[in-house]
């Protein structure tokens, strides 16, 4: 396996330029996710990294070795397709040996690794099917299978879930984790869905418009995200955002545009009246009575069997709280909720960036 250094790398389209100076190093059986919304470039960036799109300025490595001026073929990376990609007239077994075919590989070995990969994904009683004859999640299975045979130094995932259903790729998720956990192999995975981000990676690279917003592991990212977008990407449902300034009668606080006070822990660079944003994660509250928390006029209440998410309105802001208990309050009644304080995140109204400790 590899380490793969991408190097302030750009990319552009005639005069456009989507991918800004892009800097990521990934170590060597590492698995990273790149996540982001649809036209960010994950994708294009993927695509540099396989060959499929030229790099316009910067260096993207694999190893020791530079990659710009070399072939997809010759680079040593398998790639699993949105679409599967195979082929229809071929049974699962020859898709499957189909790399180690080109190279005329020894019938045996060929074999070897055919069975060895089936037995992995728990393909091997479809090795003489077609993938016409095969599922959806067989399907991303035999592609996968595809990949491992190759044996390559770097592993690259294009969305390889999105035409599954909900069930189906949750299923296959962990799958792709176990896989990743056996086999082994520097992995570069895209996606545009956050959990799977959360659920799979070591590393995660937030990107939006063509930037990278912020790099760091699952977790690290939920409890410290560095700016507004990465805090309202990453956790599901969104974060809660609301516009205010801060005050500092004696206990610092935040003031929300109706003008209710929220404490706030001791942070840096706290000014009185300076304008910021307060995120809440929606199961970071509790619902209080008396004069704590902010109150909020419930608009719509959503049993999800484990949880009850509740959509509220504190003035013209929409606040989303999520409870274990089983509240049902009627749509229209006002209730009294609390953030937690340990769990709170301010950013500045200008820059979007995180004030922190």
């Not at 895209?190 to 917003?213: F, L, P, R, S, Y």
């Not at 009246?273 to 994660?281: E, F, I, K, N, Y």
């Not at 006002?334 to 937690?340: G, I, K, N």
């Amino acid at each position: 396996m590899a380490t793969v250094s991408v190097r302030n790398v750009r990319k552009s389209f005639g005069p456009v330029e989507v991918i800004h100076g892009v800097d990521i190093d990934i170590a060597d059986g590492e698995f990273v996710v790149l996540v982001g919304p649809s036209g960010c470039g994950k994708s294009t960036l993927l695509r540099m990294i396989a060959g499929l799109e030229s790099v316009t300025s910067g260096e993207l490595a694999i190893g020791e070795r530079v990659v710009n001026q070399v072939p997809p073929k010759e680079r040593d990376i398998a790639m699993v397709f949105q679409n599967y990609a195979l082929y229809p007239h071929m049974t699962v077994f020859a898709n499957m040996a189909f790399s180690m075919t080109l190279r005329k590989a020894p019938r045996s070995e060929v074999e070897q690794r055919v069975r060895e990969a089936a037995e992995i994904l728990g393909l091997t009683p479809l090795l003489d099917r077609f993938p016409r004859q095969l599922s959806g999640g067989q399907r991303q299975r035999v592609a996968m299978g595809r990949a491992i045979v190759r044996d390559p130094q770097v592993f690259l995932f294009d969305e390889p879930l999105s035409n599954l259903d909900a069930k189906l790729r949750v299923a296959m998720r962990t799958e792709i984790k176990a896989l990743h956990q056996r086999v082994g192999g520097t992995t570069i995975y895209v996606t545009h869905d956050q959990i799977e981000a959360m659920t799979m990676a070591d590393k995660i690279v937030v990107m939006q418009g063509g930037n990278v917003e912020q790099i760091g592991a699952p977790l690290d990212l939920y409890d410290a995200p560095d700016n507004i977008f990465v805090a309202g990407f990453i956790g599901s449902p969104a974060m809660n955002f609301l516009k205010g300034r801060v005050a500092l009668n004696g206990r610092p606080s935040f003031v929300t545009a109706e003008g209710q006070h929220i404490a706030l822990p001791p942070l840096p660079g706290l000014e009185e009246g300076r304008p910021a944003v307060l995120g809440m994660r929606p199961e970071h509250m509790t619902l209080v009575s008396g004069e704590e928390g902010f109150a909020a006029k419930v608009m719509v209440t959503e049993p999800t069997g484990a949880e009850v998410q509740i959509l509220a309105r504190h003035g013209a802001e929409d606040v989303v709280a999520v409870f274990r208990e089983r509240h049902r309050p009627a749509p229209g009644e006002v209730l009294r909720l609390a953030p937690d304080p340990a769990r709170l995140h301010l950013f500045d109204a200008d820059t979007g960036r995180a004030i922190r400790a």
